[in-house]
């Protein structure tokens, strides 16, 4: 994530002031002003429409594993295991979200937060294991903890799993559904959980500011200020925007596209060279551009080519953090 520090979304006032001005260009006004208060106590949660998208694919093909994130970390030094422990507790208690199931009543999903719910951490001890053995159950291990479904009405949603290598050297694993976590959440939960086991392990409280909001006081906001017209009004644009756009970009692979989604998709990381990424640095400023937007450009023109077509759609994933309270929210 890059921008200043301290705006909505990670974004600059720049940025912010550019965004506000192509949405009163598309007649897309922000859709609920207003400042975020906590609900009701008692108040019946909905479900965000991100949460509302994930959970009905989730009644379309129970028991999947497609929104299953997975996060792992190799802890070389001493670790206190209790503080780990006691950190994972506090984190959980701090988020509501972290503790959230979602249930149906008369055909709608509801958001309900458990109280005193505590999430063990899953420990093995692997130290006593040849090295190759090791490496092979860890794989083993953390692909049970990544992969195996999640019942979003029991819940937990959170699923950390420990594994002792040696004395000092522990690999950790984080698994948590998607309708409860984003990229964004990530970096809150690990900046906390740092913290928290180091008060932890010092004896000491936490040293986290109380948060003024928690996740089902946006879901019940969103439902209240978001109207249907504004809703119809959103809609109606990316329809006219979208219209004409092909639905599928025919690639030349070297195999046909299977009728099912199989969900078998694979990643191919690389590195770009020094002077390479120096020179779309500068080619950015230049422009008044971010570096995402260059690589975009050069991504769409690379498909232009491959494909002869002159409208390309490409999706990405965003933050989605357009108002400053809701930056410390997992």
């Not at 020179?279 to 991504?299: K, N, P």
Request: charged content about 25%; aromatic content about 8%; some cysteine.
């Amino acid at each position: 994530m890059s921008g200043a520090q301290g705006t909505a979304g990670g974004f600059s006032a720049e940025e912010l002031e550019l965004m506000a001005l192509l949405l009163e260009e598309a007649g897309i006004e922000d859709a609920a002003p207003g400042t975020i208060a906590r609900r009701p106590s008692g108040a019946r949660v909905p479900l965000t429409f991100a949460q509302r998208r994930l959970w009905f694919l989730e009644q379309l093909e129970p028991e999947t594993r497609i929104y299953n994130d997975a996060f792992s970390h190799r802890l070389v030094g001493d670790l206190d295991v209790a503080a780990l422990q006691a950190a994972i507790d506090g984190l959980v208690e701090r988020h509501e979200s972290l503790r959230t199931v979602f249930v149906e009543e008369g055909g709608e999903p509801l958001q309900v937060v458990r109280e005193n719910c505590r999430i063990p951490l899953e420990i093995h001890d692997l130290s006593r294991l040849p090295e190759g053995e090791q490496m092979e159950e860890v794989r083993r291990i953390a692909d049970r903890a990544t992969y195996t479904p999640f019942d979003l009405s029991r819940g937990p949603l959170l699923r950390p799993v420990l594994m002792r290598l040696g004395e000092r050297d522990h690999a950790l694993v984080i698994a948590v559904h998607h309708i409860i976590n984003d990229g964004w959440s990530l970096g809150i939960f690990f900046t906390e959980l740092s913290a928290l086991y180091d008060a932890a392990r010092k004896g000491e409280p936490s040293p986290l500011p109380p948060l003024a909001l928690q996740y089902g006081d946006f879901a019940v906001w969103q439902h209240e200020h978001l109207s249907d017209a504004a809703i119809e009004r959103q809609m109606t644009y990316w329809k006219e925007r979208l219209r004409g756009a092909p639905t599928v970009l025919e690639l030349p692979t070297g195999r046909v596209r299977p009728a099912e989604q199989t969900y078998r998709g694979a990643g191919y990381d690389f590195t770009l060279p020094r002077s390479l990424a120096a020179g779309l640095h500068t080619l950015a400023q230049e422009e008044a551009a971010t570096l995402f937007m260059v690589a975009y450009a050069a991504l769409v023109t690379l498909l232009g080519r491959y494909t002869g077509e002159e409208d390309i759609v490409v999706g990405s994933p965003i933050a989605n953090r357009t108002r400053p309270e809701l930056e410390g929210l997992i």
